[in-house]
């Protein structure tokens, strides 16, 4: 939950006056996304999201962001365009802060996430790894297992404030992790943060994806595991095989899937666990008091780490093996 | 800024389905209105505003505010219109809470106040207690002079945490407001809560008025003193006495001021003051940390009130007398 800045009248007329979209009729700041100020924007024509870029995402990362969304959505896969002003840039300045406009999806996230949910899911996973193959940028994970020793020592010393033995729990988890990543596994462009609330549905139909803004290049197996992690645990933690199942078979359809990847996916779903555990951690630790957005909780994902540590293969994700 | 409730995709269509609007095809919670969870409703046909009532707001004064707009919007107010679902309901029930959904309306608050948006506001706010006057329920104003002692005593003991003084200079002027407190104004239906970011503009023309969750029955010059503070000052904490001006003179064209209002109008204002500063200090002396709503500034109103306490007559606020 976000909207950080406020925008002036008239310094948002003139920006979107750069765009050929007809002049604003209505302007407002929505609840969703928590790294940026996100608006649902009127013209006469039609409906936009103009976002404004804080501090978290890198500006220059953006480049990379607005350009995957245009190259996918010119694939069909539902995801949001970014409009080009009439000057054919995607990527304007408003109050301060790079800004950009793209098209409205009509949906909405699923807040108690089903197994055909998980279905439409897997295969709009596939199809759009299967079309962001031919996007010539790259962009490194940062928050791949590299990343996340340096996280790991930023809450080393506090971590037992949000539960007693936690910091030596993840020091052996990030010890077995860093020896034992894959190598080699296929790599393209993922999304790598596709949780419930990135993703739109209306009836019986996957509407939209959205919130590229940590899309990166890494193992296309990695965001199957951040997906299992998101979508096929219930809220009281126990893990939904049949969601997971179905995602996958759903996934496979469309995108044959090496039995390397599979046999990865305990490891890679631990680590996905651990990843989320370690930034939901830092935010928890790091949390202005007061501040807007409330803090996702830490705990939730220790329980995932767990369960994946104990798994011995891909068949505790419902795959027949 | 709020959004509180997180409405689950099946409760929402159940409760659309029973209005005759079409099916959701978007629902997202915006980042407007402290008191409530505001939904931007999208249906095949238009944009509705689906509002989920909090605590804050009294079950039992949703048929008083509702019934208003109505009245308001028939008489061509450009206020919300709340539509009645297929068996003339206009108040649902949405996650165990009071639910309804009102007409969209276009147009951006304004961020930066004019002397035009005042004057656009002026007429507007005469052309609504005119066509209030015929509406015929009440409801007392629980915010006015006999309910701020109320708010004091709850704040007193800890208002030097916000400012040194400041419990003793509130008593003074409440003690006096209490004491001099206008009697037999004329009276009708007012807003009592106009600040800019219930009001919308597009272009040169005032699109619509929101937020009628304190309206009340009360004197009618005492929503042109909650304008003057709430649209009158500079960020700066001076006085506009243009903005005032022009504001008064076209209220006035529209609905003539007895002298009696005029003559009331600085000690109504020095009270309008008083009102939001104990609100906004309650607020800020009761904010639980980490709640979404940041609370606004309590000092702002104490300069207000200091400011119309040393007025003598209403020429403070431009009017020729």
Not at 18 to 41: D, H, M, T
Not at 288 to 295: E, L, Q, S
């Amino acid at each position: 939950m976000a909207v950080y800045t406020e925008v002036p009248d008239g310094d948002l007329e003139a920006f979107v006056a750069r765009y050929a979209i007809g002049p604003v009729v209505s302007c407002k700041g929505i609840a969703e996304g928590v790294e940026n100020s996100n608006f649902l924007l009127h013209t006469g024509s039609a409906s936009y999201i103009l976002t404004l870029y804080e501090k978290r995402v890198k500006r220059e990362d953006l480049p990379f962001f607005l350009g995957l969304m245009e190259h996918l959505a010119a694939r069909g896969i539902a995801c949001p365009t970014p409009i080009r002003d009439r000057e054919g840039n995607a990527l304007g300045e408003l109050c301060e802060r790079p800004a950009a406009i793209v098209s409205f999806l009509d949906g909405m996230w699923p807040r108690r996430p089903t197994a055909r949910h998980c279905q439409l899911l897997g295969t709009a996973l596939a199809e759009m790894h299967l079309a962001g193959a031919g996007f010539p940028m790259q962009r490194p994970n940062d928050l791949a297992v590299a990343g996340w020793r340096r996280l790991f020592e930023a809450c080393r010393a506090r971590a037992h404030e949000v539960m007693p033995g936690l910091a030596e729990e993840l020091a052996a988890d990030l010890g077995e992790l860093e020896a034992r990543w894959p190598q080699g596994l296929p790599t393209g462009t993922i999304h790598a943060d596709l949780f419930p609330d990135n993703v739109f549905f209306l009836g019986d139909r996957l509407s939209g994806i959205i919130d590229f803004y940590f899309a990166c290049t890494d193992f296309y197996a990695y965001d199957l595991a951040v997906c299992i992690n998101a979508w096929c645990f219930e809220t009281d933690g126990s893990f939904n095989t049949t969601k997971a199942r179905m995602m996958l078979a759903a996934y496979a359809k469309t995108r044959p899937v090496p039995p390397a990847e599979y046999a990865a996916l305990p490891l890679l779903a631990r680590g996905s666990a651990l990843r989320f555990l370690l930034t939901r951690l830092y935010d928890r630790l790091n949390h202005p008091p007061g501040a807007f957005v409330k803090p996702k909780d830490p705990i939730e994902y220790v329980r995932k780490l767990r369960f994946h540590r104990a798994v011995k293969s891909a068949g505790a994700y419902g795959l027949d093996s």
